[in-house]
């Protein structure tokens, strides 16, 4: 594995669920990372991703640097062959390879600004990361997908032991116009499993079809919950109307009594969640979301041992 | 010790003096912290106990993440119940839950708004902190309190090896309305030793009674620092107009005149102070303010090796 | 060496340069800094320094803690004797001392005003924490220095093993005044070497006359270029105009065909630098500047190891 941007980088990404698995059972500790950094820049606020990513470095034995780089370093310039006599101060490709000279390791995250769909499907900022740095790039969440957490998620799922589980990804409703990333990612990890996977939001939510090969897709969500073993939901914004947000009369709002349509099934979403907006307490309550997110640093772990291991 | 949050969490204050004293003499490292971490949650500044608590830790061998939760992380919901379609993206039950799910120890700091007695009284946010963490939790000052503190400024005393002191904590001008945290928990601490303590303020100023049992009280400054061994100062706004500043007519900035009626006394002060308001620059640059601050760093391990050795 | 605040702190410069070659060369990890804490306290943006100082610490055994003292902390007061009665929350000199009670040794980035000549010149904070820090002190960049770039920039010149260079250091367009402390610094150590060395500027863009001695002054850019081995550019604003911007008609912007009039002349940058404003990426790609990027870390470390060594 040379870098951790998608689930393209990932020879078997089955194999990594169950590494991540067998940290957590081992609570595995190992020096592999000794006298090599990690430097995590962030672009955007990060709590788990921060800290989970942390821990599981210094698990490895790492030194981990962390960096918010529009707040502690300089406005980055992205474009190339600017003339830089604007308020951007350092341009990307210098920020970066600079970077890259001091650690073994980089993570970073970099959110869509949600106006210009070309801008953001072509990962503009990530790809300058990979193509300057010269050491293997892990996403903290890019504009368009984040692969750390549907790493989580598969396991999270795994854990479960349910063969050929029944996945329902539903949008859910928000106040504020979200990236793609999330439900992107989960389809793209979630189409590697034997699991059977529904797609459900409301008219004018579509995903890009990059994602949605194999999913069956329905407006209907109590459709869709019929007999779920999982409802992994999460807000995005329009992908067609890009980063609009077009009104849904229906009630989106994940309520026990929707739970009660599936098979028992568990609720999953990434955090961080709007109470009562994207799910009521009830649900979230009893739901995998602190499980996630506790996955979320072996996870981590797994994929920098991936990356320390094929050095 | 389960959670270090005030005086009442330690079955022996004496003996954490003690300890905290030794470590100091003994420049004391240990292993007992190896891989376990620390988790530093910040709301609010710091300069003392974010480097303090920092070091100490790592004198223990433990690894410590730092946050400053409202600008690194998302904006914080604290009601429980609420519908969060508005500003806040995380409730502070999901945050801390996560938080606690990467850690060992956690540090919170979370100052008072000073609006509403009630809600600061009840400490709200720290509550939630000890409710919904799996690990034990140490305040880095909340907003009634600030025990490691009064940890530090009891060993500053204990140092001086005075018999039965003659303490005097008094109020200061400061032209901003700040917390009882400070003042509430150096009453807390320093009742349970042998000092004899003298609390004065101006009219308007008392204290929560909950803190000065044992306390003599006086609105005559001079009165209260003739023959104090420890002048203890510290500005606060007044808790029965809550947060509030009534005007205060007589001059209470400590002047080396004033420190002329005491015992030879020793001036105190938490840091950070403004230099000639609450003292003059002659009274603070002969003061025991530095080994003050100085003494964090051991308060902090004495504290930390504490939970460490009760897990 | 007591501290790192300039070139007169070093008793041998070409020892010092040397010695950073050799960390570069034998990837040099020790355990001299085990167990020792630097602190890194920065007021104003850093990457480069941020990131490379860091990690030369880590490269000793150091545990290093950093801090955006600004933004983290309190609103520091400079003045002595003021009356701390405004928005300014914590003196200087108390910070400064608090602070080195908690760590070995102590790095500081502070930038000037630009407004005030003989308030930048004089170092008013810069010596703050060399009189109050009792631990030594490190430049992380000053309002009239920056030390550990130029280190960086005499090993990168030394690894070309060419003998009496001729080195040119040229000013350069840039939207906004900068600091003069990257070409004083630079000229500071430049001389101590065996280089012949130029200075180009437009008129009104003299620099101090404390650090020109030695050096030929041209206002020909061209003149200055021909034959050059190296081209150190940057940007700064007016000494004797102190912090203006005087309007300059020739084009400064260093292009190719202008380093097509010196010997096969390599670039040099200290970065952040504003491309197509101060050079062109043509120029700027065929640089040295990332060799001086990388070559920081191990000045830092070289740096550090002598105070280390000198405890």
């Known amino acids: ?14 194999s990594l669920v169950q590494q ?63 003339v830089m006599d ?29 106006k210009d769909l070309q801008e953001d499907y072509q990962e503009k900022v990530l790809k300058k990361f990979v193509e300057h740095a010269n050491v293997p790039v892990i996403s903290l969440e890019s504009t368009t997908l984040h692969p750390l957490q549907s790493l989580t998620d598969l396991a999270t799922i795994a854990e479960s032991k349910i063969q050929k589980p029944n996945v329902v990804l539903s949008w859910a409703p928000h106040p504020k116009a ?30 890009c079809e990059d994602f949605t090969g194999g999913v069956a897709i329905t407006n209907d969500q109590q459709e869709a919950l019929a007999g779920a073993d999982f409802v992994y939901t999460k807000s995005w914004s329009s992908y067609s109307q890009y980063g609009q947000t077009p009104s849904v009369e229906d009630d989106w709002t994940v309520s026990q009594q929707k739970m009660n349509l599936t098979n028992n099934g568990k609720f999953m979403h990434c955090l961080p969640i709007r109470r009562n907006v994207v799910a009521t307490d009830e649900v979230i309550d009893q739901s995998l979301v602190f499980e996630q997110a506790k996955n979320r640093e072996f996870a981590a772990q797994a994929v920098l041992q991936k990356l320390l291991e094929d050095f």
């Open 1 to 14: 594995m040379k870098h951790f941007i998608s689930v393209h980088d990932v020879e078997h990404p089955q």
């Open 20 to 82: 991540t698995l067998e940290i957590k059972a081992n609570a595995r500790r190992s020096e592999i990372g000794r006298n090599k950094t990690l430097a995590l820049i962030f672009f955007n606020p990060s709590l788990r991703t921060r800290l989970s990513t942390q821990k599981a470095a210094t698990n490895l034995g790492m030194d981990v640097i962390v960096m918010n780089i529009s707040k502690d370093g300089w406005n980055i310039e992205f474009e190339d062959g600017s």
């Open 86 to 114: 604007g308020s951007t101060q350092e341009h990307i490709k210098d920020a970066v390879q600079v970077i890259s000279g001091y650690c073994d390791i980089m993570g970073v995250r970099t959110f869509p600004n949600l």
């Open 178 to 207: 979200l990236p793609q990333a999330v439900p992107n990612s989960f389809l793209q990890w979630i189409t590697k499993t034997d699991a059977d996977v529904t797609l459900t939001h409301p008219k004018g939510y579509e995903l």
